[in-house]
């Protein structure tokens, strides 16, 4: 008899959907919270990152004769990520549930406090370069370009711009719809609006191709529309929907460095083609991501980063009604169901947000 070979663990988890009466009485509308921030990295990244890693390893290359190695053939695989955040937590997490070695080239910027995290989970953490593209560019050169002869195979997981990351990414979208399907939790039956923040785009083309997918299931006031924020200098999308063209910053000044990419995927420019006025990109402030934060303790009881920090401030300062709902009346906007994703992020602390308090005087 061969031997068992069980598959590998699915390496994120279903997150809840909560209604929130606090950020609901805000907002002037009804709010449901989709908490990623649950999953097995603290962030949205599991889905995606660990759906690209689970699928590289549950889908090896074939052999030189065509022909697919089997399980007992397989080599050990060793996962390169070039992230000083979240997608190199959820890879050296995603690792370890996958039973592989793991190196994460991060920035220089990058905070010890992150840096501790990464090895913390066992992962081989390099500094290199002051940005992304500089770490990324090393990690490419110094350890994929030239691979050794007979070692592990090496898979390089990109933080945000593969299409089974936007597949993982688009799960979460699969269970609010299931959620409405279930019936008797949405006000008119259906979702008419879900916010989310936009970094490289992985998170954002997920949710667009979940919504594409369940597009019916979710119902919603004449469609669920989408409202994707970013914190001024970490603008990309939004420099794009300007500019009517898919441009490069020429650098990052925003404290939410998770949201650091200079330039935004294909494919979340592609999508903001296609859906027009169903997608509208906003910006907020870094000091009002960061007061989002520190209301957000307060109301859900739930530590964040100030990328997700982008999206809930939406709630506070009037945008998210000036952007979705500003041609309703009172009545009307009051029927609107929004769902915010909680997509979490592990670089913060109880101290950070003190530093934010005192910096940006925020009560």
């Not at 914190?231 to 898919?246: I, R, Y």
């Amino acid at each position: 008899m061969g031997s068992f070979s069980p598959e590998p663990p699915k390496p994120w988890v279903e997150t809840p959907l909560i209604s929130s009466p606090p950020l609901s009485r805000a907002a002037g509308c009804n709010i449901f919270l989709k908490l990623e921030n649950v999953q097995p990295s603290g962030s949205f990244k599991s889905r995606g990152i660990g759906n690209m890693m689970l699928t590289a390893l549950s889908n090896p290359p074939a052999t030189s004769d065509g022909t697919t190695t089997t399980a007992e053939q397989q080599e050990e695989v060793h996962f390169y990520c070039s992230s000083g955040g979240n997608a190199g937590l959820a890879c050296a997490t995603t690792a370890i549930s996958l039973r592989c070695p793991c190196t994460i080239v991060v920035p220089t910027a990058t905070s010890s406090f992150m840096v501790a995290k990464l090895r913390e989970l066992g992962a081989h953490v390099v500094q290199s370069g002051a940005s992304w593209v500089e770490a990324d560019t090393f990690l490419r050169e110094t350890f994929l370009a030239n691979p050794e002869r007979g070692g592990p195979r090496q898979v390089y997981v990109p933080p945000f711009d593969h299409p089974d990351i936007w597949t993982g990414a688009s799960t979460l979208v699969d269970e609010i719809a299931a959620d409405v399907m279930m019936g008797g939790r949405f006000q008119g039956g259906g979702v008419d609006a879900v916010v989310c923040n936009v970094g490289g785009g992985g998170l954002l083309n997920g949710v667009m191709e979940g919504l594409e997918r369940n597009r019916k299931r979710l119902g919603g006031s004449g469609g669920t529309k989408v409202l994707a924020l970013e914190t001024v200098g970490a603008d990309s999308l939004h420099a794009s929907v300007l500019a009517g063209e898919l441009v490069t910053l020429p650098g990052i000044t925003s404290i939410a460095t998770s949201l650091g990419a200079r330039r935004v995927s294909e494919k979340t420019w592609e999508w903001v083609q296609r859906a027009g006025g169903d997608l509208v990109s906003a910006t907020v402030t870094d000091k009002e991501a960061a007061m989002a934060c520190v209301r957000f303790l307060d109301d859900a009881r739930i530590l964040i980063e100030v990328a997700c920090g982008a999206t809930i401030a939406t709630v506070y300062n009037g945008d998210l009604r000036r952007h979705l709902g500003k041609d309703l009346t009172d009545e009307e906007w009051a029927t609107r169901n929004v769902v915010l994703v909680v997509c979490g992020g592990s670089n913060t602390s109880w101290e950070i947000l003190e530093k934010y308090k005192a910096t940006y005087g925020i009560e």
